[in-house]
């Protein structure tokens, strides 16, 4: 009996290392749950690399990427060690590698333009730091075979002289995109989000990024013990190897949870939408032509929708919100009995594009 339950225990954590605890994946993929984006006391941090590891750990994320800065390490008269890999190594070596996944990154650091960008599975953080030409870096880092992201490109500056917090194109990021030096774009960093930042994603073809670029304490910046979140990329890969997880982020496969929102392609989110939203018929409630359909939020984000088509409700409006991991049940006047229904909605708090949200239809069969 004792073995049974300790079997049972084991197999239960390889499965939660494997899958993201925050979404039910499409069948026959794995989803991930990422922070590309981090910083320790090796750069400007407030933390020693390990507890980066623990904060995921706890926080039941898969994946992280240690990524400071290359250019500035403001504790650097107390931390000398002039190896730029030393905080990744520190955080890798401080949990099981089943447990955690952890990528090797740095932080290009050029004021705008070209402005700030991320190297993630690079070989040797200490090759990118080339001084002079901005972009000699992000070429570096290319030669590494390493994923390269634009961060933050909405970030206002007195500095850089961008104090719109509008994401916009220089000609030098044209240039990076065109020789496809740059792969990805943050369209949240910490607290901020960007719709012209996903507007550039979309219309250059970069993979779609949320990370918390987190310095101090995850759970103080956002609030975990309280149910907050950092923002956090999936992932949508075939299985949990580095390998994999890169090909997925060179093909875009991702979506980002940002606060209330999802964001991502209308590709990548509409199966994601499709397996964590669930309706299904209750019948008609005793002798009305009241029709009760109940609907099913599988993932750890609320899901707000608006029904978009011709009936009226009994108890609810056309708005609704279906809170994490629970259901509702709504009534539909339908005025005379159904066998099957077609219910169209608007997702509220998935955007898949400029100043546009996802559309889903149900079909239901009425028994
Ligand atoms: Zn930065
Ligand atoms: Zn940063």
Same mark, same amino acid.
């Given at each position: 009996?004792?073995?049974?339950?300790?079997?049972?225990?084991?197999?239960?954590?390889?499965?939660?290392?494997?899958?993201?605890?925050?979404?039910?994946?499409?069948?026959?993929?794995? =989803?991930? +749950?990422?922070?590309?984006?981090?910083?320790?006391?090796?750069?400007?941090?407030?933390?020693?690399?390990?507890?980066?590891?623990?904060?995921?750990?706890? *926080?039941?994320?898969?994946?992280?990427?240690?990524?400071?800065?290359?250019?500035?390490?403001?504790?650097?008269?107390?931390?000398?060690?002039?190896? %730029?890999?030393? !905080?990744?190594?520190?955080?890798?070596?401080?949990?099981?590698?089943?447990?955690?996944?952890? =990528?090797?990154?740095?932080?290009?650091?050029?004021?705008?333009?070209? +402005?700030?960008? #991320?190297?993630?599975?690079?070989?040797?953080?200490?090759?990118?730091?080339?001084? +002079?030409? !901005?972009?000699?870096?992000?070429?570096?880092?290319? /030669?590494?075979?390493?994923?390269?992201?634009?961060?933050?490109?909405?970030?206002?500056?007195?500095?850089?002289?961008?104090?719109? $917090?509008?994401?916009?194109?220089?000609?030098?990021? /044209?240039?990076? @995109? !065109?020789?496809?030096?740059?792969? $990805?774009?943050?369209?949240?960093? &910490?607290?901020?989000?960007? *719709?012209?930042?996903?507007?550039?994603?979309?219309?250059?073809?970069?993979?779609? %990024?949320?990370?918390?670029?987190?310095?101090?304490?995850?759970?103080?910046?956002?609030?975990?013990?309280?149910?907050?979140?950092?923002?956090?990329?999936?992932?949508?890969?075939?299985?949990?190897?580095?390998?994999?997880?890169?090909?997925?982020?060179?093909? +875009?496969?991702?979506?980002?949870? @940002?606060?209330? %929102? %999802?964001?991502?392609?209308?590709?990548?989110?509409?199966?994601?939408?499709?397996?964590?939203?669930?309706?299904?018929?209750?019948?008609?409630?005793?002798?009305?032509?009241?029709? &009760?359909? /109940?609907?099913?939020?599988?993932?750890?984000?609320?899901?707000?929708? *608006?029904?978009?088509?011709?009936?009226?409700?009994?108890? #609810?409006?056309?708005?609704?919100?279906?809170?994490?991991?629970?259901?509702?049940?709504?009534?539909?006047?339908?005025?005379?009995?159904?066998? /099957?229904?077609?219910?169209?909605?608007?997702?509220?708090?998935?955007?898949?594009?400029?100043?546009?949200?996802?559309?889903?239809?149900?079909?239901?069969?009425?028994?």
């Amino acid at each position: 009996m004792k073995i049974k339950y300790l079997l049972c225990l084991v197999s239960l954590s390889i499965f939660s290392q494997n899958t993201s605890k925050f979404f039910k994946a499409p069948e026959g993929y794995l =989803l991930l +749950g990422s922070d590309l984006h981090t910083h320790t006391v090796f750069s400007d941090g407030m933390v020693w690399p390990s507890v980066r590891a623990q904060e995921a750990l706890r *926080e039941s994320i898969e994946i992280i990427a240690i990524t400071d800065h290359l250019e500035y390490q403001p504790h650097k008269e107390d931390i000398p060690n002039p190896d %730029l890999n030393r !905080s990744y190594f520190i955080a890798r070596q401080s949990v099981n590698e089943k447990d955690l996944i952890i =990528l090797r990154g740095s932080e290009i650091t050029r004021s705008m333009p070209p +402005g700030h960008f #991320n190297a993630i599975f690079i070989k040797d953080a200490n090759k990118l730091l080339v001084k +002079g030409d !901005s972009l000699a870096g992000i070429i570096e880092a290319n /030669k590494q075979d390493a994923f390269v992201f634009w961060n933050h490109p909405h970030w206002t500056s007195k500095k850089d002289g961008r104090m719109d $917090g509008i994401a916009k194109l220089d000609p030098v990021h /044209k240039e990076l @995109f !065109s020789k496809n030096l740059v792969h $990805g774009i943050e369209v949240a960093n &910490e607290d901020t989000y960007s *719709e012209e930042a996903l507007e550039i994603a979309l219309k250059n073809n970069l993979t779609i %990024l949320g990370t918390s670029d987190i310095h101090g304490l995850v759970d103080w910046d956002f609030n975990i013990p309280d149910g907050g979140h950092r923002p956090l990329t999936f992932i949508l890969t075939k299985d949990n190897s580095q390998s994999s997880i890169r090909e997925a982020l060179f093909q +875009g496969n991702t979506f980002v949870w @940002f606060k209330d %929102l %999802l964001i991502g392609k209308e590709e990548n989110i509409e199966p994601i939408i499709n397996s964590n939203l669930k309706l299904k018929s209750n019948g008609y409630v005793g002798e009305t032509t009241l029709l &009760e359909v /109940k609907i099913s939020n599988l993932s750890s984000a609320s899901i707000n929708i *608006e029904y978009l088509g011709e009936y009226t409700f009994y108890k #609810n409006s056309k708005f609704l919100s279906i809170p994490p991991n629970s259901s509702i049940n709504i009534q539909l006047k339908t005025i005379s009995k159904l066998k /099957k229904i077609n219910l169209p909605f608007k997702i509220l708090n998935v955007v898949t594009g400029l100043r546009k949200s996802l559309k889903l239809d149900y079909d239901l069969e009425i028994y």
